[in-house]
């Protein structure tokens, strides 16, 4: 069973930055294709970015391309998502998602095979 623990949320404001951890307790290598999420009080879960296991190539939300970075570390079994510029619209709790999936990025959270608890980003304006 993978357990992600997420760190890095907190209260900013407008057009400051963040950056947000998330910790797997098993190796994931290659293997798992990892990707954040956020939801925001009263609406869906939605996808941020995320990386593959294999290549890491990346994929954004359209609403965060260009602000946000999604990177890996294999070897510390950790991704991080570096959040610049942010906006009130990117409050949200964020989420860490692995899927056991080497190959592409996870966008619906339907796919996802483990969550993290989340960590809450509030922007101020």
């Known amino acids: 069973q993978v357990q992600l623990a997420e760190s890095g949320g907190g209260l900013v404001q407008t057009g400051d930055s963040l950056t947000l951890s998330c910790v797997a307790s098993?190796?994931?290598?290659?293997?798992?294709?990892m990707s954040w999420f956020r939801q925001a009080p009263g609406k869906e879960r939605e996808f941020v970015a995320g990386?593959?296991?294999?290549?890491?190539?990346?994929n954004y939300a359209p609403s965060v391309r260009g602000r946000f970075t999604i990177s890996r570390d294999n070897a510390e079994n950790s991704v991080v998502l570096q959040m610049n510029n942010l906006k009130p619209d990117d409050t949200a709790v964020y989420y860490c998602?692995?899927?056991?999936?080497?190959?592409?990025?996870?966008?619906?959270?339907?796919?996802?095979?483990?969550w993290g608890k989340g960590t809450l980003v509030t922007v101020s304006s």
């Open positions: 098993v190796r994931t290598g290659a293997r798992y294709a």
């Open positions: 998602a692995s899927v056991l999936r080497p190959f592409g990025v996870v966008t619906n959270p339907d796919g996802v095979d483990h």
């Open positions: 990386i593959s296991g294999v290549s890491g190539s990346t």
